[in-house]
């Protein structure tokens, strides 16, 4: 389990900035991302390089803003949507984590042409 905390609210989760991301058992790169303060509320996070090998987005910006030296220090997690038709994984909107301090954001990426609702598998 990780203390994860972010500068500015997600996107549909304000005032929340505190959470928590635990690993969900038998499923290896599958989080939990949970208010501190609304543990009834989840996100479903998938770690990229494992769900998503050929993701590969420009994040130099928010690593830096974050205290990384370099995007190969960050950990690059995904936003999961399940669905009657299946998952979808939002590559537009990655959340970006300093492992380290647990320091975090959610980038958008304009311009890059990831989709925003990206059929898992």
Do not use: K
Request: charged share 15%; aromatic share 6%.
């Amino acid at each position: 389990m990780s203390a994860l905390t972010f500068a500015e609210p997600l996107p549909g989760l304000a005032p929340h900035t505190d959470f928590t991301l635990e690993a969900v058992d038998g499923a290896a790169g599958l989080f939990s991302l949970r208010p501190e303060t609304a543990p009834e509320v989840r996100l479903f996070l998938l770690d990229a390089a494992v769900y998503v090998p050929g993701y590969a987005p420009e994040i130099s910006a928010p690593c830096r803003t974050l205290g990384l030296a370099s995007p190969e220090d960050a950990r690059v997690l995904v936003v999961a949507t399940p669905g009657g038709n299946g998952t979808t994984v939002n590559l537009m909107a990655p959340v970006i984590v300093n492992e380290a301090t647990g320091q975090s954001t959610q980038t958008i990426l304009d311009g890059q042409g990831w989709p925003l609702r990206m059929p898992l598998g």
